[in-house]
């Protein structure tokens, strides 16, 4: 609701010489805008609503203490106004008393529009700015000096009601929104399992619906306390609400309403997950035998080299994803999450390892494969070259052959008996290429 702003008046001024008629005619008709334009601020006020509500609440803390003070300033701007006018009619029936004011008329109006002419008694009396001294009971004002006072007073009580208001329109509603979004969620993670006590988000939800409840009585009893001025404002109301608690509790919300989301995705596609999680610990299960297997083979064929050890079945990660069905069967959402997720990291770490152990494992067969396949290489090498009969070669041949087909097999001897034949083909074919290329020139040359 809109108030009006501070009370019209000028600076004072002195006295000076007495005026006229017209001077007072002028003089009256701005006083009576004036007292227009204050009643009109003070009426407002009265109906503001942040004053109603401030008037009917069970305040506490700061806006309590403020409260009591801007009720009285509130009391004694009504007991100024009065005298205000009353001092304003009186003038008006001392210029209505003759249509030609007399020479002592225009004196006495002057006084009484220029000089302290208001005199405020009672319970409004003393309660300027009086540093010491004793109280007085009755103070002296000029109509303009009193206009300044109902000013101060105005602009006080106005900037404590509009803070008031400012906190009441703005924290509350957003608070209980904030709140009914809570219970959307708490709903939610009921419906998962996610309780107070049994995991770590329900904890935090009963410790965010504790905050909302007690920010929200906070914030109705006591809004000045999460009121900030501006910087440098002097305009009543200047500032803004302090919204940090109900921030922090609306990220906390958030953070828990992902988390929850999380755990209702995991209860949309934990079957296919857990297939997953078979599927990957029975190739790692398949692996591992393949690699045992190959390791009996491995120790059964080839000689003087030494083959790693092959672990046992994944057994701990198959008790532990029996443990995830049994969760998913049970409807227990939120220990299902956490767990299927380190299942899947390790599960897809233990795949790997049992691939590398079966790559370790069979790496001597794949050496003595590769020496198989570089002799008959070397064999057919000699065969294109027409030297498949040299006796040198075959005998060189046959001794590689012997040692990569017998078991179980030396591989460093046989690696040796390999490198022998290569040597032995190259001394043989080096030459034999070298007369092939010479040849068609020396026949030029003797023609």
Not at 176 to 203: F, I, K, M, N, Y
Request: proline fraction near 5%; charge should be negative.
């Amino acid at each position: 609701m809109g108030v009006a702003g501070p009370f019209p008046g000028s600076a004072g001024r002195p006295h000076g010489p007495v005026m006229d008629r017209d001077e007072v005619d002028r003089a009256l008709a701005r006083l009576g805008a004036e007292h227009e334009a204050v009643e009109t601020s003070l009426l407002a006020l009265q109906d503001h609503a942040g004053r109603r509500l401030l008037e009917g609440a069970e305040l506490t803390g700061v806006t309590k203490d403020r409260w009591a003070a801007a009720d009285q300033q509130i009391s004694l701007l009504w007991f100024y106004f009065d005298a205000y006018s009353a001092a304003l009619n009186d003038i008006r029936e001392l210029r209505a008393r003759r249509r030609w004011s007399s020479r002592e008329d225009l004196a006495e109006l002057t006084e009484r529009l220029r000089g302290r002419s208001v005199t405020v008694a009672g319970p409004a009396a003393g309660t300027g700015q009086q540093i010491d001294g004793p109280a007085r009971l009755a103070e002296e004002f000029t109509l303009e000096e009193l206009v300044s006072r109902m000013n101060d007073l105005y602009a006080s009580s106005l900037d404590m009601v509009v803070a008031a208001d400012a906190v009441w329109s703005a924290l509350p509603a957003r608070i209980d929104l904030l709140s009914a979004e809570l219970r959307r969620t708490l709903s939610l993670a009921h419906s998962v399992g996610v309780r107070p006590g049994e995991h770590p988000s329900g904890d935090e939800l009963e410790s965010i619906t504790h905050e909302l409840t007690t920010l929200r009585a906070q914030v109705v009893s006591d809004p000045l306390a999460f009121w900030r001025p501006g910087p440098g404002s002097a305009a009543p109301g200047g500032g803004r609400p302090d919204t940090v608690r109900y921030d922090r509790a609306a990220r906390a919300l958030e953070d828990v309403r992902r988390e929850i989301e999380a755990v209702l995705q995991v209860r949309q596609d934990s079957e296919e997950r857990l297939m997953r999680l078979r599927d990957l610990l029975s190739r790692a299960d398949r692996t591992l035998t393949e690699a045992r297997a190959a390791r009996g083979e491995v120790l059964a064929k080839i000689a003087a080299s030494e083959v790693p050890a092959v672990s046992g079945p994944p057994t701990a990660l198959q008790e532990r994803l029996a443990m995830a069905a049994e969760y998913r069967r049970h409807a227990q959402w939120h220990r299902l999450s956490p767990l299927l997720e380190s299942l899947e990291q390790e599960a897809e770490d233990e795949l790997r390892r049992a691939r590398e152990s079966l790559t370790a494992v069979t790496a001597p067969l794949a050496v003595r494969a590769e020496l198989r396949g570089r002799l008959d290489a070397y064999k057919a090498k000699v065969a294109r070259h027409g030297m498949a009969e040299d006796p040198f070669l075959i005998e060189r041949y046959d001794a590689a052959r012997r040692m990569l087909w017998s078991a179980p097999c030396d591989l460093r001897a046989a690696e040796q008996a390999v490198l022998r034949y290569q040597h032995a083909t190259a001394e043989v074919l080096v030459p034999r290429q070298a007369a092939q290329e010479s040849g068609p020139t020396d026949r030029r040359e003797g023609s």
